[in-house]
């Protein structure tokens, strides 16, 4: 047995295990281990057969004791932060190591080291009233912080209030420095019976005028129930999880917290067991598929974006509160990216939440060039003294008021599946991009209290405009849609020219929203100036409209080329047009 009395420090200069019988370390008692260089040469390693008393006052620490200066596999060097649960800051260090069971230090960043390593197996209770810590090197500098290291935990019984701490190392005080900070480090806990209270954190340092380094993570393993934390203080570079990081295969938790300024790029398949919660400022984004097995919860700004076309499942209700948001990323010239939810439960979306996916479809033309998409305007020439088309999709993209047409009608009107389509460029601007693509599956009900959008953006403005982007796509499969929220799927208006102005860009195409009472729209924009066309409104489908009972004759015996079907009303009504008899177009 192993006991440290009040003012007393130990310190170990080995990496390999320690195994005592019982430690009990008293208040103002310390235990560490030796500074490392350039090889993980020093950690604690501890084996406790029975019982470890870490009483309040008590310390075990390994501050700065990790990778020395510029060294270690996510080393940082100038102003470049030291990276391990999470990136370096400033273009520091990349992440490395494992997320259930770490054991390697902190990297170093351009003036100080990382975080040493602490490895503690008990066989009985560990009653963890003090402080482990483990945060990276940091004052207030112009060069890059240390990483975060590890605290890995393995205990038969858990108690106690302490707390646990692998953070990054600051590169500034109030203000002062220019360097970046360290990524977290990585903490992970497991026990068979956890009682405990503990406060965890492995943050990222926050910086003074550059970019902050990525949170760390912890990982709780509560007898087989595994529980993924992810939380910074700063808003720095994403905590990616890659299968180098979780291990081969899906990454399979329990339930899953994202809190304060977190943000984290999941680039393996997920699957939740129970409940996940996104809040605070967090961002997180998905590029595989993900099963939740039970609720999701967004809130405050937290946001999530989805970075593939693969379903999100969730296997209970979706709730979007405060200001949070479902988006996707960004198209381009080819589709890549949509929201694409299917929710067995209800989904409800609160006044101030959304689903975004405002230009979000296919790009603008670049100066004088087509948009992207299908219908994409067409581009006025770099040097062609003209405006950009509109872009087209639900309906026709408005012509500039120098002639260059719009886009073309394309894609479903009771089942769409496309990228709005961009707006032409013209002599010295830019096309508006198209709206993205919405697909919501809910089997129970859609409340939208809050927003849907998928609106295209505006041509820019200059001597000459460019072609407003189409909206895109809201596609609804739901027992109701209630609330007074919008439901928003518009073009972009044209662009102003002093010369020319650009055409607007059609409205996107809307269907399932079962009689939906709130505001909704599927307009053209409008024209960027005198002479230009506005583009013409979108389609909107409801399948929970009703076809009238017997049709009205409009023509009969009509023998001529063309003829124009006029029909008065509601912008948004749903029409039903009966051709019978021999008709050839």
Same mark, same amino acid.
């Given at each position: 047995s192993v006991i440290l009395y009040p003012g007393a420090m130990l310190t170990l200069n080995t990496s390999a295990p320690v195994s005592v019988s019982t430690l009990t370390m008293y208040s103002g008692s310390l235990l560490n281990h030796s500074a490392n260089g350039t090889t993980r040469s020093y950690l604690i390693n501890l084996r406790v057969a029975n019982t470890f008393n870490l009483n309040a006052g008590a310390s075990i620490s390994m501050n700065g004791m990790g990778y020395a200066v510029g060294q270690g596999p996510g080393k940082g060097t100038g102003q470049q932060a030291g990276g391990y649960g999470g990136a370096g800051g400033a273009g520091g260090g990349a992440a490395y190591g494992s997320l259930w069971d770490p054991a390697d230090l902190g990297s170093g960043g351009g003036a100080f080291a990382g975080g040493g390593a602490a490895i503690i197996k008990v066989g009985g209770s560990f009653n963890l009233n003090g402080i482990i810590s483990a945060n990276g090197g940091g004052v207030c500098s112009n060069s890059g912080g240390g990483s975060g290291g590890t605290v890995n935990i393995a205990a038969n019984e858990l108690n106690g209030s302490g707390i646990v701490r692998a953070n990054g190392g600051e590169a500034l005080f109030g203000g002062c420095g220019a360097g970046g900070g360290g990524g977290g480090g990585r903490i992970a806990i497991s026990a068979a019976e956890d009682n405990s209270s503990l406060t965890l954190s492995a943050n990222s340092a926050p910086t003074y005028d550059m970019p902050a380094g990525g949170g760390g993570t912890v990982a709780v393993d509560r007898n087989g129930a595994r529980a993924l934390i992810l939380s910074n203080t700063a808003s720095g570079y994403d905590t990616v999880l890659s299968s180098a990081i979780v291990g081969a295969g899906e990454l399979r938790i329990s339930t899953f917290t994202m809190s304060g300024g977190a943000s984290a790029d999941i680039g393996v398949p997920l699957v939740v067991e129970s409940s996940m919660t996104v809040a605070g400022s967090s961002v997180l984004r998905l590029g595989n598929p993900v099963a939740i097995k039970g609720s999701l919860h967004l809130a405050d700004s937290a946001a999530l974006q989805q970075c593939s076309t693969?379903?999100?499942?969730?296997?209970?209700?979706?709730?979007?509160?405060?200001?949070?948001?479902?988006?996707?990323?960004?198209?381009?010239?080819?589709?890549?990216?949509?929201?694409?939810?299917?929710?067995?439960?209800?989904?409800?979306?609160?006044?101030?939440?959304?689903?975004?996916?405002?230009?979000?479809?296919?790009?603008? @033309?670049?100066? !004088? =060039?087509? +948009?992207?998409?299908? /219908?994409?305007? $067409?581009?006025? #020439?770099?040097?062609?003294? &003209? %405006? *950009?088309?509109?872009?087209?999709?639900?309906?026709?993209?408005?012509?500039?008021?120098?002639?260059?047409?719009?886009?073309?009608?394309?894609?479903?009107?009771?089942?769409?599946?496309?990228?709005?389509?961009?707006?032409?460029?013209?002599?010295?601007?830019?096309?508006?991009?198209?709206?993205?693509?919405?697909?919501?599956?809910?089997?129970?009900?859609?409340?939208?209290?809050?927003?849907?959008?998928?609106?295209?953006?505006?041509?820019?403005?200059?001597?000459?405009?460019?072609?407003?982007?189409?909206?895109?796509?809201?596609?609804?499969?739901?027992?109701?849609?209630?609330?007074?929220?919008?439901?928003?799927?518009?073009?972009?208006?044209?662009?102003?020219?002093?010369?020319?102005? @650009?055409?607007? !860009? =059609?409205? +996107?195409?809307?269907? /399932?929203?079962? $009689?939906?009472? #709130?505001?909704?729209?599927? &307009? %053209? *924009?409008?024209?960027?100036?005198?002479?230009?066309?506005?583009?013409?409104?979108?389609?909107?489908?409801?399948?929970?409209?009703?076809?009238?009972?017997?049709?009205?004759?409009?023509?009969?015996?009509?023998?001529?080329?063309?003829?124009?079907?006029?029909?008065?009303?509601?912008?948004?009504?749903?029409?039903?047009?009966?051709?019978?008899?021999n008709f050839n177009f």
């Open positions: 693969m379903v999100l499942t969730v296997d209970g209700n979706l709730t979007l509160t405060g200001s949070s948001k479902i988006t996707h990323k960004a198209n381009t010239a080819s589709k890549q990216y949509i929201v694409n939810l299917k929710v067995t439960g209800d989904m409800d979306i609160s006044v101030g939440a959304g689903i975004d996916a405002d230009v979000l479809g296919y790009s603008g @033309g670049a100066i !004088g =060039a087509a +948009g992207s998409g299908a /219908g994409g305007g $067409l581009g006025a #020439g770099v040097s062609d003294y &003209a %405006g *950009g088309g509109g872009g087209g999709y639900g309906g026709l993209g408005g012509t500039a008021s120098s002639g260059t047409l719009g886009g073309i009608s394309y894609g479903l009107i009771s089942a769409p599946d496309e990228l709005g389509s961009g707006g032409g460029g013209a002599n010295g601007v830019t096309g508006g991009s198209g709206g993205g693509e919405i697909a919501l599956d809910v089997t129970g009900i859609l409340t939208v209290n809050g927003k849907i959008w998928a609106k295209g953006s505006p041509g820019s403005n200059g001597s000459y405009g460019g072609g407003g982007g189409s909206g895109g796509t809201i596609k609804i499969s739901a027992a109701s849609v209630n609330g007074s929220g919008n439901i928003m799927d518009g073009g972009g208006a044209g662009g102003f020219g002093l010369v020319a102005s @650009g055409g607007g !860009g =059609a409205g +996107g195409r809307v269907s /399932g929203a079962q $009689l939906f009472g #709130g505001v909704k729209s599927v &307009a %053209g *924009g409008n024209a960027g100036g005198t002479g230009a066309q506005s583009g013409q409104n979108g389609t909107w489908f409801d399948p929970a409209s009703t076809a009238p009972v017997a049709a009205l004759q409009v023509f009969s015996d009509v023998y001529t080329s063309s003829f124009t079907l006029n029909l008065a009303g509601d912008s948004l009504a749903q029409y039903w047009v009966e051709i019978s008899e």
